[in-house]
């Protein structure tokens, strides 16, 4: 697909989002809606403006954005980890995937009473709560890639004398891209998620700190500029994630004309 002809598709899936703004910001003037109940996207962007000149949100995007990529790198490697050692090892798999598929069944957030326990509200509660979040999609995404691979291709690299190195780097490895990255998609959606329940439970920076702050003095314009902010960062982070999987599956078929 040329660079216009992206351009073009990206542009299109912007025009039902728009719509509804400016859908919500006529059912606003018109009082259909009123602003203690949903303030008018002008207010939310008037809100975004105050924000901004005071850095107040800048530094709550910061240090939101920090938490969430420091969960994401250790939650995420150790599910990548051990995805691979379980994908290449029967003995890894046997030893560990029994009990790490019953965790998986535990939802990660009711856990936060126990983690608090633990952790107190330090930073180390909301980090723990993302890295476990992550942890699993790409645990088991990457496990999934690994065992999909085509044995057919595995006995054919074996056959042109590859050694084991260069047969996980050109032919495993490449073969579990397309699932890993599904995997990689699917957690940066559940980090933002357990951040902002993390970060509205016991925070005192970040931007669910800051919408409950903007709620103690119901300020519901920041609320929803905060909730909007969060889809917004959902969304860079999707973003960036399908880019680098166009650029390292350019060789796929199925990513060629994506």
Not at 17 to 22: G, K, M, N, T, Y
Not at 143 to 172: K, N, W
């Amino acid at each position: 697909m040329s660079f216009s002809a992206r351009l073009h598709a990206n542009a299109l899936g912007w025009v039902l989002p728009v719509l509804v703004i400016a859908g919500w910001e006529i059912a606003s003037r018109a009082g259909v809606m009123p602003a203690n109940v949903l303030p008018a996207p002008s207010a939310v962007a008037e809100a975004f403006w105050r924000l901004t000149l005071s850095g107040e949100l800048i530094r709550n995007i910061g240090v939101s954005t920090a938490r969430a990529l420091a969960g994401f790198a250790v939650g995420g490697s150790i599910g990548f980890a051990l995805g691979l050692a379980n994908g290449l090892s029967r003995l890894s798999r046997g030893l560990t995937d029994t009990t790490l598929q019953m965790i998986r069944n535990i939802p990660h957030l009711a856990l936060i009473p126990l983690v608090i326990l633990w952790f107190g509200i330090d930073e180390e509660a909301k980090l723990f709560l993302v890295a476990l979040g992550v942890f699993f999609p790409i645990y088991v995404n990457t496990l999934l890639g690994i065992q999909s691979v085509d044995p057919q291709l595995v006995e054919m690299g074996r056959v042109y004398g590859m050694d084991r190195r260069a047969l996980f780097f050109r032919v495993i490895l490449p073969g579990a891209l397309p699932a890993i990255f599904v995997g990689l998609r699917y957690a940066l959606g559940i980090m933002w998620l357990t951040l902002i329940v993390a970060e509205t439970i016991s925070a005192s920076s970040g931007l669910g700190y800051m919408a409950m702050q903007a709620r103690e003095f119901l300020l519901i314009d920041v609320v929803v500029l905060s909730i909007l902010i969060y889809a917004l960062l959902g969304k860079l982070a999707d973003s960036l994630a399908r880019l680098l999987e166009r650029l390292s599956l350019g060789w796929h078929p199925a990513f060629q004309h994506g």
